[in-house]
């Protein structure tokens, strides 16, 4: 199999909410390359894009700002603002209304990287008019302009990537549910994990919030069957219930803007690293709970994971690494997972590409290095160049 290059972001569930402009104080932890936020539960996304060597993807600065214990702080309604894509950037304007600002002094503005922090001094107090990490894409913070237009701060930001549309100021469930059409360009997305559940339950909001057709191999299956899964692992074996599964992924993979929840544990082909020709049809997104406390510590256990091979799950694109389960926070997980599925597919945007021709050419199992019209695949990986 081939070897792993991972790209890392951190999401909490008190990061995600209906007022994406947070002001929320949190808990430090600092590493040379990554500031981490910690929470309880706490959801680390890690984006598995298949490379011959193991070299992190440079991609988010997920630094955060905070104010300063020296600043007096008042409450503001951050959610009075007025946002247009301009192509190559972004206006943001914000309404200074009843704040009296006298100078242009008063005001500050600080962005950097998916950041960006505005801040107005008002008899000696600072207010905090929006305080965020998550832009929903990187800008390039020496363009940043801003000025007053009447009552009304206007900042003008830069994007890093033009090309990307983006359809809010912020990253959030409904910001990346309508922008990761775009991205995604139809293709479908796979659940995989050791639970059923988790993969049904995430499957559905993904669903939802995309517009696509939630379907669930567990219940196709015992369609199929005329008999539950847990009988029919009682009569035939694992073995069995896996290769009805394959058969199952085999009538799916021709089809487009479908979310798809796998069986989980041993009894599913998703954890068997030889059964995986199918789901190389769509995105594959691992849902792994673990007992990491931090987001190093996830990191590290997804890189041994992906590196030893062992564990079929290995092969998929995105890794959500969630600590502990509850139902309710479904949909936080499905956020987890649009955002490193965007992550990836901006570091190469062939990829939904590939996707697709893998589809037309049959899905033989070449994934990653596709192989041209008329390879065999029993005549082994190397009897030909690949298509990319």
Not at 42 to 65: A, G, Y
Request: with cysteine; net charge negative; glycine share 6%.
């Amino acid at each position: 199999m081939a070897a792993a290059a991972a790209t890392y972001h951190h999401l909490s569930l008190s990061s995600i909410s209906q007022n994406p402009i947070s002001k929320r104080k949190t808990q430090h932890f600092s590493s040379p390359r990554h500031s981490v936020s910690i929470f309880k539960p706490v959801f680390i996304s890690i984006s598995l894009h298949k490379s011959t060597n193991v070299v992190p993807i440079k991609t988010h600065d997920r630094r955060r700002f905070t104010c300063s214990n020296s600043l007096s702080s008042i409450p503001a309604n951050t959610s009075q603002y007025e946002f247009s894509d301009g192509s190559a950037e972004i206006e943001l304007r914000l309404q200074l209304g009843s704040l009296e600002i006298q100078s242009s002094k008063d005001i500050f503005v600080d962005a950097d990287g998916t950041c960006l922090t505005v801040r107005v001094n008002r008899s000696g107090s600072f207010i905090t008019l929006i305080e965020t990490n998550q832009l929903f894409d990187k800008i390039k913070p020496t363009e940043t302009i801003w000025y007053i237009d009447e009552d009304q701060l206007v900042i003008n930001l830069k994007k890093q990537d033009p090309e990307l549309k983006w359809p809010d100021i912020v990253e959030s469930w409904e910001s990346l549910t309508a922008g990761s059409m775009q991205l995604l360009k139809g293709t479908s997305i796979y659940l995989v994990g050791d639970s059923t559940e988790v993969n049904e339950k995430v499957a559905h909001e993904l669903a939802v919030g995309l517009g696509y057709t939630p379907l669930s191999t567990k219940e196709l299956l015992e369609t199929f069957a005329k008999q539950t899964i847990d009988s029919w692992m009682l009569a035939e074996g694992s073995d069995s219930v896996a290769n009805g599964e394959c058969a199952v992924l085999e009538s799916l993979s021709s089809h487009v803007r479908a979310v798809v929840a796998t069986l989980g544990g041993q009894q599913g082909a998703a954890a068997r690293a030889d059964k995986w020709q199918h789901l190389y049809a769509g995105f594959t997104v691992w849902l792994s709970q673990t007992e990491a406390m931090d987001e190093n510590s996830a990191k590290e256990e997804a890189r041994r994971h992906v590196k030893d091979g062992k564990v079929g799950y290995s092969n998929a694109d995105v890794v959500v690494k969630l600590q502990g389960w509850d139902a309710d926070h479904a949909k936080s997980v499905a956020q987890a997972s649009l955002s490193a599925l965007k992550q990836l597919i901006q570091s190469d945007k062939k990829l939904p590409g590939k996707k697709s021709l893998y589809i037309r050419l049959g899905c033989r199992g070449d994934w990653p290095n596709i192989k041209p019209p008329g390879w065999d695949p029993s005549a082994g990986p190397n009897a030909s160049t690949d298509t990319n």
